[in-house]
């Protein structure tokens, strides 16, 4: 069965230093997503991709944070400078094209990322 | 904005016990709605979801979630529960936007 990929699974970092994390899609999932999960909460809805084309980035801190899916297949999440706040899970999910919201988000294993 | 609630952040019953999570929502227009479940080390997976017909809907493992309009709910039950369902549940819900949004979250753990 085919599955959305993350790595690294686990990041530990400093503060001010720079991390990326990776996530590929399901093969022919148009609809891409970057959440974060703070401990005790819901998944965020960091940014939306449809092919390589942003769609929502309204709860992306952009000071910091950065994504791209150039080529609308893997995607690529950046944080620079982390902070003590980011300590987080991300997860990355994806979703065919057809009705995008109804259809069902295939997520990965996430990355948990731990801030110092 | 648009908002989630589940009313729940722990349920622990025995085994045989009657489930019911509750999620409410907060939009007056049409919505999509989901049930996620995460299973301990596993990743988030879909157990269900709703967007038109038929309020009654079943999902998997024996799970169902009914629709109801007029109480901006969509709440999650399964008549039996099993030490296997011990997960946590997240309800779903999409505005005909593009944003999903999620709830907190319902820890449930069930005693074998």
């Known amino acids: 069965e085919a599955e959305v990929a993350q790595s690294p699974r686990y990041k530990i970092t400093e503060k001010s230093q720079a991390v990326a994390f990776w996530c590929d899609p399901i093969?022919?999932?148009?609809?891409l997503y970057w959440y974060r999960q703070i401990l005790g909460q819901g998944p965020e809805l960091l940014v939306q991709?449809?092919?390589?084309?942003?769609?929502?980035d309204s709860q992306l801190p952009k000071d910091r944070f950065s994504a791209e899916r150039l080529k609308g297949v893997d995607s690529t999440l950046k944080i620079q400078p982390a902070e003590l706040g980011d300590s987080a899970m991300y997860l990355c999910?994806?979703?065919?094209?057809?009705?995008?919201?109804?259809?069902?988000?295939?997520f990965g294993p996430g990355t948990r990322l731990l801030v110092l | 904005a648009q908002s989630v609630s589940q009313h729940n952040h722990h349920v622990i019953l025995s085994e045989a016990a009657s489930l019911e999570l509750g999620c409410n929502y907060s939009?007056?227009?049409?919505?999509?709605l989901f049930w996620y479940v995460q299973y301990p080390g596993q990743h988030l997976q879909l157990l269900l979801k709703?967007?038109?017909?038929?309020?009654l809907v079943k999902g998997i493992k024996g799970f169902e979630a009914e629709f109801i309009k007029s109480k901006f709910s969509f709440n999650l039950r399964k008549p039996s529960v099993q030490w296997s369902d011990t997960a946590e549940y997240f309800c779903a819900v999409n505005t005909g936007g593009f944003k999903t949004i999620f709830g907190a979250g319902t820890r449930l753990f069930v005693k074998a």
């Open positions: 939009y007056g227009g049409t919505v999509n």
């Open positions: 093969s022919g999932h148009a609809t």
């Open positions: 709703y967007f038109s017909g038929d309020p």
């Open positions: 991709f449809q092919d390589e084309s942003v769609v929502d």
């Open positions: 999910a994806s979703s065919g094209r057809l009705r995008e919201n109804q259809e069902t988000q295939y």
